[in-house]
C-alpha cells in the first residue's frame, strides 16, 4: 500500500459496487437450475425452452442499451439505484408469476438491470480507483459476479433438496418452495437486491463524472478520501480536466472520431467474442449437459456447484496476478487452456464411452476449462472495458461494447438448445474451440496492455495511434 493512497477507502466503495455484480452472477446463472423444470411445467420446445433462457438476455441488452447514457448523464450512483430496484422487481415478480408470459417479462425486467450494472459498476470502480490497484479492485465486480454464480448454483441445489421435504399449509408458499420451486430459486434474489438499494446511500459519486459536470468541489472531497497528499489530488483533476479541453461537440460525435471509434470497436470485438467461446453455454445450460452424459438432477447441480467454486476461487487468484503480470499475459495462458479442454470436452461426447471415459473425465474437464476461462477472459474483460475509453464518453462508449456484449450472450443463450441437439455436443464445444483463436488474436495485436497505466495514460494511447 502507497502511503499516499487509502486503499481501504477505495476496497470498500469497491466492494459496495461489485455487490452489482453479485446480483448480475446470480440472476443469469440461477436460471440453470430451472430451465429443465420450467420446460417440462409449461411443454416447451428446444427454441421455447431458449427463449425462456434467452428472455433475461433480451433485458440486458435494452439495460445495457441505456445505461451509458443513464450514467453518464445522471450519474453512477443513481444509475446503480435504479438497476437494484429493476432487480427486486423481477424477483418478485418470477416467484409469483401466473403464467409464462409474467415469468418472461419478469426475467427481462431483471435482465435490464444486468445489462445497467454490468456496464455501471466497473465503470464507478475503475473512476474511484487508484492506478496502483485498479485491476485488483475492478476484479472484485467479476469475483462477485463468479461469488453470484456460486451463491444461485448453491441456492438450487439447497432448494431443490427443501423442495422434497417442505410442508406448509400456504398453498401460494408451497407452491414456490415445493411444487414449484423454480420460483424459489428465481425469487430469492430479491434479498440482496435491497441490500444493494441500501448500501449505495453509503457511496459518493464518482470524482471524474462530477468533474466532468463541473461539480469540482464535490469531486475534490472525495478525492482527499482516496488520496492523502493534496498534490495528488490536484495532479488527479488537472489530469482528468486536460483530457476534457476541446471536446464541445456531442459524445455521439465524440464517438465518431477515429481514434475513439478504433477503441469502441475494439472493445465490442472482444467483448461479444468472449461469449462465443463457451462460458455461458457452461453456466446456463451446465446442469442439462450433465444430466444428457447419464447423471440425475442432483447430481447435475451439484457438479454445477463445483463449477461455481472453481469459478470463485480462480477469480480470486487472478485478482493477485492481473496488475503484476498484466492482463494480456492472462488472455495468452488462459485461453489457450481453453482451447485444449474444449477439444477434450468434444473428444468426451464424441468417443467417450468407445474410449472408456467416465462421468468425473468430463467433471474434470469442464473445471479445468472454468479454471483457464476465469483466470482469463472472465476476469480481464470488465477491467479492459472499463479502463479503456476516454472518461467524457466512458458510459456511452461502454455501452456500446456491452451491447456487443449481450447480443452474443443472448445469442448463445438461443443457439445452444439448437446446437447440441444439431451439432452435437461434440460438435459444440470443438466450434467453442475454434472461435477462441480470433480473441487471442485481436488482444495480441491490437489491445494495449493496460496494467500499471492511469486512465488518462490510456486515452492518450489510442490517440497516439490514430496519429
Known amino acids: 500500500m502507497t502511503k499516499t493512497e487509502n486503499i481501504r477507502y477505495v476496497a470498500f466503495l469497491s466492494f459496495i459496487a461489485a455487490l452489482g455484480g453479485f446480483l448480475f452472477g446470480y440472476d443469469t446463472a440461477v436460471i440453470s437450475g430451472t430451465v429443465t423444470k420450467v420446460t417440462s411445467q409449461f411443454g416447451l420446445t428446444p427454441l421455447q425452452s431458449g427463449w425462456y433462457v434467452g428472455s433475461a438476455l433480451v433485458g440486458s441488452i435494452m439495460g445495457v442499451s441505456i445505461s451509458g447514457a443513464l450514467s453518464d448523464k445522471l450519474g453512477r450512483k443513481p444509475t446503480m439505484m435504479i438497476s437494484a430496484v429493476l432487480f427486486f422487481i423481477s424477483a418478485i415478480g418470477c416467484a409469483i408469476a401466473p403464467n409464462l408470459d409474467i415469468l418472461v417479462i419478469s426475467r427481462m425486467i431483471g435482465g435490464a438491470g444486468i445489462g445497467i450494472v454490468s456496464i455501471v459498476c466497473p465503470v464507478y470502480i475503475s473512476e474511484i480507483s487508484t492506478t496502483t490497484y485498479r485491476g485488483r479492485m475492478v476484479s472484485l465486480y467479476q469475483l462477485a459476479v463468479t461469488i453470484g454464480f456460486l451463491g444461485a448454483y448453491l441456492m438450487n441445489y439447497y432448494l431443490l433438496n427443501l423442495s422434497h421435504v417442505f410442508q406448509s399449509s400456504n398453498e401460494l408458499m408451497f407452491k414456490i418452495f415445493s411444487t414449484e420451486v423454480w420460483r424459489a430459486m428465481l425469487g430469492a434474489a430479491a434479498v440482496p437486491a435491497l441490500l ?30 482516496i488520496y492523502k497528499d493534496k498534490k495528488k489530488v490536484q495532479f488527479q483533476i488537472n489530469e482528468t480536466k486536460a483530457m476534457l479541453q476541446g471536446k464541445e461537440k456531442s459524445n455521439w460525435k465524440i464517438l465518431l472520431e477515429p481514434w475513439i471509434l478504433r477503441a469502441v470497436l475494439i472493445g465490442a470485438a472482444i467483448a461479444m467474442l468472449g461469449q462465443f467461446m463457451g462460458v455461458n453455454a457452461v453456466l446456463y445450460y451446465g446442469p442439462t449437459i450433465f444430466e444428457n452424459s447419464g447423471l440425475s438432477s442432483g447430481d447435475s447441480l451439484f457438479y454445477q456447484s463445483l463449477i461455481g467454486v472453481v469459478n470463485a476461487a480462480t477469480t480470486v487468484l487472478a485478482m493477485f496476478f492481473i496488475d503484476k503480470i498484466g492482463r494480456k499475459k492472462l488472455v495468452y495462458i488462459g485461453v489457450s487452456g481453453m482451447i485444449l479442454t474444449l477439444i477434450l470436452i468434444g473428444l468426451y461426447f464424441f468417443k467417450g464411452q468407445e474410449m472408456g471415459l467416465s462421468n468425473l473425465f468430463l467433471l474434470v474437464c469442464f473445471l479445468l476449462y472454468i479454471f483457464f476461462t476465469a483466470g482469463s477472459i472472465s476476469a480481464v474483460i470488465f477491467v479492459f472495458l472499463s479502463e479503456m475509453y476516454p472518461t467524457k464518453v466512458r458510459g456511452l462508449a461502454m455501452s456500446i461494447a456491452g451491447l456487443s456484449l449481450w447480443v452474443g450472450t443472448f445469442l448463445i443463450g438461443q443457439l445452444t438448445p439448437w446446437m447440441l441437439s444439431t451439432l452435437t455436443p461434440a460438435g459444440t464445444f470443438w466450434l467453442f474451440a475454434v472461435m477462441c483463436v480470433p480473441y487471442m488474436l485481436i488482444v495480441w495485436r491490437l489491445m494495449p496492455e493496460t496494467a500499471g497505466k492511469s486512465l488518462e495514460d490510456i486515452e492518450r494511447f489510442w490517440m497516439k495511434e490514430n496519429k
Open 196 to 225: 444493494f438499494l441500501t448500501v449505495i446511500f453509503l457511496i459518493p459519486e464518482s470524482p471524474r463524472w462530477l468533474i466532468v459536470h463541473l461539480r469540482e468541489p464535490e469531486a475534490t472531497k472525495t478525492l482527499h478520501n
